[in-house]
């Protein structure tokens, strides 16, 4: 089948506006521009307060739909909104600058999804020194208290709801299930160690350090391997494991491009009808492969609730020094997770794919 549902996470949807002089004037009033290695956009800001909004990339549909959350809630605010991002997933470097440039500018506050969730620290606290308020969006700082507040789906909960899912699926089988672990990258980010964690004491297997990945002795888990949380790296990591034992017959994926990619290597091998994949994302393309049937199931995210609510946050700060509060029982602001899928299970809270197309994004 058309496997659109993944290279559509590669789409470039932004572009990049101005010039890095232009942001200069930020302070003043003036226009937004682009440093090097990074997008910005925004208007003219006159007295209005500065947010700013960073994000890893500005082509991944996630980020492009935060960045569209974002300025909805700018606008709605009266707040004037001032966007960068990486060059790429990890770029480290691009987004130190776009901090550097927000306190130039004198920006109220700083929404950022980090690309090094420890490196990013210092910068972090530069900008809190400066009297801006920091957010997270998305992926937790190293600590997670060097921001001010996260905004972000409870991964650990989005892995356990694609976890009962698949027990309820296999049934019996259950019990002889032989699975495959996606997972992002070797270092393990918290969002990585959250949704395999979560996953694995969904489906009701008992977790060494709920800290660690790998450290089980479940002999139903047939390996682990990583993808970078892309289609080339998910079609890689299912051949590897594949080799290691041929009669897989559940996959997890960290997200939606490794499951494409996971998919067409089953695909490939003609595994595709006999093994159920989930994953975690909840973007338009990976709804649409639940429908299709190469998915079981997703546990979607909202990327545009993050943004809004915390551009929510940031004006407030800026009106009048409020500062947001934690989910209650939780260290951050839960903006919630549904299960997408046309195969329900007893017992597992769950939207079918029409819920999950009028809620997704991408």
């Given at each position: 089948?058309?496997?659109s549902w993944s290279?559509?996470?590669?789409?470039?949807?932004?572009?990049?506006?101005?010039?890095?002089?232009?942001?200069?004037?930020?302070?003043?009033?003036?226009?937004?521009?682009?440093?090097?290695?990074?997008?910005?956009?925004?208007?003219?800001?006159?007295?209005?307060?500065?947010?700013?909004?960073?994000?890893?990339?500005?082509?991944?549909?996630?980020?492009?739909?935060?960045?569209?959350?974002?300025?909805?809630?700018?606008?709605?605010?009266?707040?004037?909104?001032?966007?960068?991002?990486?060059?790429?997933?990890?770029?480290?470097?691009?987004?130190?600058?776009?901090?550097?440039?927000?306190?130039?500018?004198?920006?109220?506050?700083?929404?950022?999804?980090?690309?090094?969730?420890?490196?990013?620290?210092?910068?972090?606290?530069?900008?809190?020194?400066?009297?801006?308020?920091?957010?997270?969006?998305?992926?937790?700082?190293?600590?997670?208290?060097?921001?001010?507040?996260?905004?972000?789906?409870?991964?650990?909960?989005?892995?356990?709801?694609?976890?009962?899912?698949?027990?309820?699926?296999?049934?019996?089988?259950?019990?002889?299930?032989?699975?495959?672990?996606?997972?992002?990258?070797?270092?393990?980010?918290?969002?990585?160690?959250?949704?395999d964690q979560g996953?694995?004491?969904?489906?009701?297997?008992?977790?060494?350090?709920?800290?660690?990945?790998?450290?089980?002795?479940?002999?139903?888990?047939?390996?682990?391997?990583?993808?970078?949380?892309?289609?080339?790296?998910?079609?890689?990591?299912?051949?590897?494991?594949?080799?290691?034992?041929?009669?897989?017959?559940?996959?997890?994926?960290?997200?939606?491009?490794?499951?494409?990619?996971?998919?067409?290597?089953?695909?490939?091998?003609?595994?595709?009808?006999?093994?159920?994949?989930?994953?975690?994302?909840?973007?338009?393309?990976?709804?649409?492969?639940?429908?299709?049937?190469?998915?079981?199931?997703?546990?979607?995210?909202?990327?545009?609730?993050?943004?809004?609510?915390?551009?929510?946050?940031?004006?407030?700060?800026?009106?009048?020094?409020?500062?947001?509060?934690?989910?209650?029982?939780?260290?951050?602001?839960?903006?919630?997770?549904?299960?997408?899928?046309?195969?329900?299970?007893?017992?597992?809270?769950?939207?079918?794919?029409?819920?999950?197309?009028?809620?997704?994004?991408?």
């Amino acid at each position: 089948m058309n496997l659109s549902w993944s290279s559509s996470r590669r789409t470039t949807a932004l572009i990049s506006l101005g010039a890095a002089a232009a942001l200069a004037l930020a302070g003043c009033g003036g226009s937004s521009g682009s440093s090097s290695g990074s997008g910005a956009s925004g208007s003219s800001s006159g007295e209005k307060p500065i947010v700013g909004l960073i994000t890893k990339t500005d082509t991944n549909p996630f980020f492009v739909k935060m960045k569209e959350g974002a300025q909805q809630a700018a606008d709605q605010a009266g707040v004037t909104l001032q966007s960068f991002a990486g060059k790429a997933d990890g770029d480290n470097e691009s987004q130190v600058q776009a901090i550097e440039n927000l306190i130039s500018a004198g920006a109220k506050g700083i929404l950022i999804t980090p690309s090094d969730s420890k490196a990013i620290v210092p910068e972090i606290d530069k900008a809190k020194q400066a009297g801006m308020l920091v957010v997270a969006l998305d992926t937790p700082t190293d600590p997670p208290d060097a921001v001010d507040a996260t905004f972000a789906t409870d991964n650990f909960q989005a892995g356990v709801l694609i976890g009962e899912w698949a027990k309820g699926k296999l049934g019996p089988a259950a019990a002889q299930a032989k699975i495959a672990m996606l997972d992002l990258s070797p270092n393990h980010p918290s969002v990585d160690v959250a949704r395999d964690q979560g996953f694995l004491q969904g489906f009701g297997i008992d977790l060494a350090d709920k800290t660690q990945i790998g450290d089980e002795n479940d002999p139903r888990i047939v390996g682990h391997d990583s993808t970078n949380g892309a289609e080339d790296g998910g079609r890689t990591a299912m051949e590897n494991l594949l080799q290691k034992d041929p009669n897989i017959n559940l996959v997890y994926t960290i997200n939606e491009p490794a499951a494409a990619g996971a998919y067409q290597a089953l695909k490939a091998a003609g595994k595709d009808k006999s093994v159920t994949i989930v994953s975690v994302d909840g973007g338009c393309p990976g709804v649409q492969a639940v429908k299709a049937g190469q998915l079981g199931a997703t546990s979607q995210q909202y990327p545009l609730k993050m943004a809004q609510q915390g551009v929510a946050a940031v004006a407030a700060y800026a009106k009048d020094g409020t500062k947001p509060q934690a989910t209650a029982g939780k260290t951050f602001v839960d903006t919630g997770v549904t299960l997408i899928t046309d195969q329900p299970q007893s017992g597992v809270d769950s939207k079918d794919t029409t819920f999950g197309l009028a809620n997704c994004w991408g």
